[in-house]
């Protein structure tokens, strides 16, 4: 009797293949993160966002945009100032309709973290449903 074994050898064929190609990929050439230089997108963890449209000043102004936020320092050796940050802003679709950037000029050691609290930016468009911050750049520098 004759065992029609020609699908299970394909596929035992293409998972060896597959598994060789993985592993190839898996060399010892592999990339590690530089950690030898600040990197202020890569070390500065932005949290705990919240944003609000502020009061109106005068009749007829628009409201400000207010953000409370936490920078949090993951670095063990590099601190950081000079925090260029960007605010996004979205309508109820979430389409970009807006942004704003600011410095905060604040030291952040290593890791630690700073709360900022009703940081204005400007006037609020109506229309805006939520904001985003992101970190841009920052001086970093290793302590001794």
């Known amino acids: 009797m004759r065992m029609n074994s020609g699908p299970s050898i394909y596929k035992a064929v293409i998972f060896g293949i597959l598994l060789v190609s993985t592993l190839a990929c898996q060399s010892g050439n592999q990339k590690v993160a530089d950690t030898d230089t600040p990197n202020a997108v890569r070390d500065l963890l932005i949290d705990r966002i919240f944003w609000k449209p502020g009061p109106t000043g005068k009749a007829g102004e628009a409201p400000l945009n207010l953000h409370r936020f936490t920078i949090t ?13 960007r605010f996004d802003y979205y309508d109820r679709a979430h389409h970009k309709i807006d942004s704003a950037k600011q410095t905060v000029e604040r030291t ?23 904001a985003t911050v992101t970190v841009l750049t920052a001086v970093g520098k290793v302590l001794p």
């Open 108 to 130: 952040l050691e290593p890791r630690a973290a700073i709360s900022i609290g009703e940081l204005p930016t400007g006037p609020a468009k109506p229309e805006t449903t939520s």
């Open 73 to 85: 320092n993951t670095s063990p050796k590099y601190s950081y100032n000079k925090i260029a940050v």
